[in-house]
């Protein structure tokens, strides 16, 4: 209910409103892009992107659904074509683009401990590192379903795709995560 008012008024010009979905959705925004695209200026600019784009088509916008639903659909998308774009720079030669290495600093540590923030920072590593190894569209339904918490039929919706399918990503995804992220601990 607080997201359609908050559209309303988006629509009728209020600045307000639109800093308040900004900061209702933008760190759940922000981890998903980061856990797709594996580097944090990147995902940055997807959301921003995703932002920007929210903004220029709010005339015609209608929120028949979630809001952060819809906002999580947009940046996978968003994050799909940006790994496209990749793939294609890295086929015909070498240039910027993302990193397909894990971001240092992934996300500061809450802990006040040194060696919290130490042990933190080397599992934020080893889980970036092996969600990267992944396909990305285990990837994405992994985050979607765990980080976002959509369920299989949204994410199926919004992909294009069964819940079926959306499962067995899912699952091969995690399996998959298993075994890389135990080939790191046996190292």
């Given at each position: 209910?607080?997201?359609?008012?908050?559209?309303?008024?988006?629509?009728?010009?209020?600045?307000?409103?639109?800093?308040?979905?900004?900061?209702?959705?933008?760190?759940?925004?922000?981890?998903?892009?980061?856990?797709?695209?594996?580097?944090?200026?990147?995902?940055?600019?997807?959301?921003?992107?995703?932002?920007?784009?929210?903004?220029?088509?709010?005339?015609?916008?209608?929120?028949t659904g979630s809001l952060k639903g819809y906002l999580?659909?947009?940046?996978?998308?968003?994050?799909?074509?940006?790994?496209?774009?990749?793939?294609?720079?890295?086929?015909?030669?070498?240039?910027?683009?993302?990193?397909?290495?894990?971001?240092?600093?992934?996300?500061?540590?809450?802990?006040?401990?040194?060696?919290?923030?130490?042990?933190?920072?080397?599992?934020?590593?080893?889980?970036?590192?092996?969600?990267?190894?992944?396909?990305?569209?285990?990837?994405e339904v992994i985050l979607l379903h765990l980080a976002?918490?959509?369920?299989?039929?949204?994410?199926?919706?919004?992909?294009?795709?069964?819940?079926?399918?959306?499962?067995?990503?899912?699952?091969?995804?995690?399996?998959?995560?298993?075994?890389?992220?135990?080939?790191?601990?046996?190292?």
């Open positions: 209910m607080e997201d359609k008012l908050l559209v309303f008024r988006c629509k009728r010009g209020s600045r307000e409103a639109l800093a308040r979905i900004y900061q209702k959705y933008k760190a759940d925004l922000l981890l998903l892009a980061m856990g797709l695209l594996n580097d944090r200026s990147a995902a940055e600019d997807v959301v921003h992107d995703v932002f920007l784009s929210f903004v220029r088509g709010l005339d015609a916008f209608r929120l999580l659909t947009c940046v996978a998308n968003h994050a799909r074509n940006c790994n496209k774009a990749e793939r294609v720079r890295s086929q015909v030669g070498p240039g910027a683009g993302w990193s397909a290495e894990p971001s240092e600093g992934v996300m500061p540590p809450a802990e006040d401990s040194a060696l919290e923030s130490l042990v933190c920072n080397e599992q934020l590593r080893l889980l970036s590192g092996a969600l990267g190894g992944l396909p990305f569209e285990q990837r976002s918490e959509m369920t299989f039929g949204a994410i199926g919706k919004a992909r294009g795709i069964s819940a079926n399918t959306a499962k067995s990503r899912y699952r091969y995804g995690l399996d998959k995560l298993r075994l890389l992220l135990n080939g790191e601990a046996t190292r």
